[in-house]
């Protein structure tokens, strides 16, 4: 198969530069388009980008110029994955959806909109469906992937949500520094610290996890009725958020059927192939100190969700921790996974160069 062009809005800051090192050699996908800020346009991907991933730029792309992030630069772009930022992308995303482009996001301007689908492939891909009669009679659409910190959770729950029904939910989470971008806090805000606030982090996962989990009714979502409760802290973790989740089920549940229902989780998408999809979206550490962000973060190449600790909650019958990486699976190995999701159902369309 001739791979799609895809074009990298936003690709010299950390999300895009994630995006960069997983669309290198990528099966299905090849990189046609890297776009930045005014400042960096019309310089090369390695003199524009601080690259913090390795010791260089991958070669592929190194030579490449950079683009201003406008519909007129990416004619040879087959669709777009956004990293912007989202005061950037609330103007951006909607004019190369109106000029035709697929724009899959790893941004939050869109992700509350209605008739744009939040995906999370293994747990909700049936959502696409708000996009599939939109895009036979205009092809541009939006895509997006959830906050870091809703993807974890919204995998987790997802199955248990279907076996056993899932009520109310508190969740504190330990979240990372990568988390917060390359202008996030500096270093001596966060050594031998913790900073109990991240701004607007807290109303997203209350808010998110109902339309991911909701139920599809032709052109709308009815969102979950689970009361979610949040407390979101930065620590000083370079990649990784751990969190602290309470659970009560609907109806209950022994732990080694919560166990068994976690780790045989495998989603709606496992027949597809999808290549970056991992094997398991579930991994289980039965060890009473796991997961740890430096030891599991990267499992099945940062795209499982790790689940440990499973025992009973004397408040709400169920508490577990669970650990995802936020730059991967929680940003751009979660865009890239939906990406994927839209080529292997056919919703993605090859441009033709104007």
């Known amino acids: 198969m001739e791979p ?21 050699g990528h099966p299905w996908f090849s990189i046609s388009g890297l776009g930045a800020s005014e400042r960096s346009a019309g310089r090369t991907y390695s003199e524009s980008c ?147 606030e991240i701004r607007g982090e807290e109303g997203k996962i209350e808010s998110e996890v109902g339309k991911i989990l909701g139920r599809r009714e032709g052109s709308v979502i009815r969102r979950a009725e689970i009361a979610v409760s949040a407390h979101c802290h930065r620590v000083g973790t370079l990649d990784g958020h751990l969190e602290s989740v309470s659970i009560e089920l609907a109806r209950p549940a022994a732990l080694s059927e919560v166990v068994e ?33 430096r030891l599991d973060r990267d499992a099945e190449g940062g795209m499982a969700v790790v689940v440990g600790r499973i025992r009973p909650c004397p408040v709400l019958g169920l508490k577990l921790v669970l650990l995802s990486h936020n730059a991967v699976r929680g940003a751009a190995g979660g865009a890239l996974l939906n990406a994927e999701l839209l080529a292997a159902r056919g919703l993605l369309s090859r441009r033709v160069r104007g």
């Open 261 to 293: 229902v976690l780790g045989s989780f495998k989603g709606q998408t496992g027949a597809l192939s999808l290549p970056s999809a991992p094997s398991s979206p579930i991994l289980i550490r039965s060890e009473s100190d796991r997961p740890q962000p």
């Open 50 to 196: 601080r690259w913090v991933l390795g010791s260089d730029a991958p070669r592929e792309v190194s030579a490449h110029r950079v683009r201003r992030c406008r519909v007129d630069e990416f004619d040879d772009c087959d669709f777009v994955i956004s990293a912007l930022d989202t005061g950037v992308a609330t103007e951006t995303e909607p004019a190369f959806a109106e000029a035709g482009f697929a724009v899959v996001s790893n941004s939050s301007a869109f992700r509350e909109a209605e008739g744009v689908p939040l995906v999370v492939p293994e747990v909700n891909s049936d959502h696409l469906a708000l996009i599939e009669s939109a895009s036979r009679a205009a092809r541009g659409y939006i895509v997006t992937n959830p906050n870091c910190s809703t993807t974890g959770l919204v995998v987790t729950l997802a199955p248990l949500a279907e076996r056993f029904g899932v009520r109310k939910v508190i969740v504190a989470t330990l979240q990372a520094i990568s988390g917060s971008g390359l202008d996030g806090h500096r270093a001596w805000e966060l050594v031998d610290n913790v900073i109990p």
């Open 4 to 24: 799609f062009r895809v074009g990298i809005l936003g690709a010299t800051g950390l999300v895009g530069q994630r995006l960069v090192e997983r669309l290198v």
